[in-house]
C-alpha cells in the first residue's frame, strides 16, 4: 500500500512571499499520479495542481508550481506570491493508475497561515 | 451542472442508530468514491464505485454499506452508528477508475455520533 507524508502539520508566511510545502511517498509502483488540494475553511476540496509521474518536467499553474523528485519520492508544493486567500489546508495525494483498491491516498495535511 | 451534491449538511445521530448518506452527480462519471475526514488527518477511503452495480472497499470499510444502483448515485449506509464514526464525510466522482482527471468532490456531511 502506498504512503504520503506531510512532515509540516503548520506553515506560516508573510503575504507576497514564497513558501514550499513538502511532501513525500512510498511506492513500488512506476507509474501514478501526484496532486495537491486545497482546503479552505468552508471544506470543499479544490484540486490545486497534479503531476503524471512518467513526465520528467515539473507542473506549474499559474503562482503555484511543484518540485517532483521522482527518485527521492518527493513532491513538494511552492506557492508564489503568497495571498491571503491562499490560506487553508493543503494535502498530497497519490493515485494509483489502476489495480487494487482505487481513490486518492492522502497525506495528514499542512495548515498553511499568510500572515498580512 | 450540480457537480457532486451531498445531503445532508449536519447530521447527529445516537449510538445504534441507522441513517444513509446520500450523494449525487450530474457528470456521467463512472467513478465515484467516499471518504471520510477525522481532525489530523487526511482524508482516507471508506468504498468505491467503477461503475453501476460494482462496489468495492477502501482503506476503512467497517461499519458502512455502501450500493450503486444507477450512474447519478451512490449512498453510503450506516446501520449501527458508532461514535468512532463521527467525522467530515466527503462523496467525489471522477470520470473513470485510476484517471489523471480532476476528482471532483461535494461540499461535505458533518456527522456527530452521541
Known amino acids: 500500500a502506498q504512503t504520503v507524508t506531510q512532515s509540516q502539520p503548520e506553515m506560516s508566511v508573510q503575504e507576497a512571499e514564497t513558501v514550499t510545502l513538502s511532501c513525500t511517498y512510498d511506492?513500488?509502483?512506476?507509474?501514478?499520479?501526484l496532486f495537491w488540494y486545497k482546503q479552505p475553511p468552508s471544506r470543499q476540496m479544490i484540486l490545486v495542481i497534479r503531476?503524471?509521474?512518467?513526465?520528467?518536467q515539473n507542473a506549474t499553474e499559474n503562482r503555484f508550481s511543484v518540485n517532483f523528485q521522482k527518485a527521492a519520492k518527493s513532491f513538494s508544493l511552492k506557492i508564489s506570491d503568497s495571498q491571503l486567500g491562499d490560506a487553508a489546508m493543503y494535502f498530497c495525494?497519490?493515485?494509483?493508475?489502476?489495480?487494487?483498491?482505487?481513490?486518492?491516498?492522502f497525506g495528514k495535511g499542512t495548515h498553511l497561515i499568510i500572515q498580512p | 451542472n450540480a457537480g457532486v451534491t451531498q445531503t445532508p449538511k449536519f447530521q447527529v445521530l445516537k449510538t445504534g442508530q441507522s441513517m444513509t448518506l446520500q450523494c449525487a452527480q450530474d457528470?456521467?462519471?463512472?467513478?465515484m468514491s467516499w471518504y471520510r475526514q477525522d481532525p489530523g488527518m487526511g482524508l482516507r477511503l471508506i468504498h468505491y464505485?467503477?461503475?453501476?452495480?460494482?462496489?468495492d472497499q477502501g482503506e476503512v470499510p467497517n461499519g458502512y454499506n455502501v450500493s450503486r444502483s444507477t450512474t447519478e448515485d451512490f449512498p453510503l449506509r450506516l446501520l449501527s452508528a458508532a461514535p468512532s464514526q463521527t467525522s467530515v464525510y466527503f462523496c467525489?466522482?471522477?470520470?473513470?477508475?485510476?484517471?489523471?482527471?480532476?476528482?471532483?468532490f461535494g461540499p461535505g456531511t458533518r456527522l456527530t455520533v452521541l
Open positions: 467525489a466522482s471522477n470520470d473513470q477508475m485510476g484517471s489523471y482527471n480532476e476528482q471532483f
Open positions: 457528470m456521467n462519471h463512472e467513478y
Open positions: 495525494a497519490y493515485r494509483s493508475l489502476g489495480g487494487g483498491a482505487d481513490g486518492l491516498t
Open positions: 464505485s467503477v461503475g453501476a452495480g460494482i462496489t
Open positions: 511506492t513500488s509502483e512506476s507509474d501514478y499520479y
Open positions: 503531476q503524471e509521474a512518467y513526465k520528467q
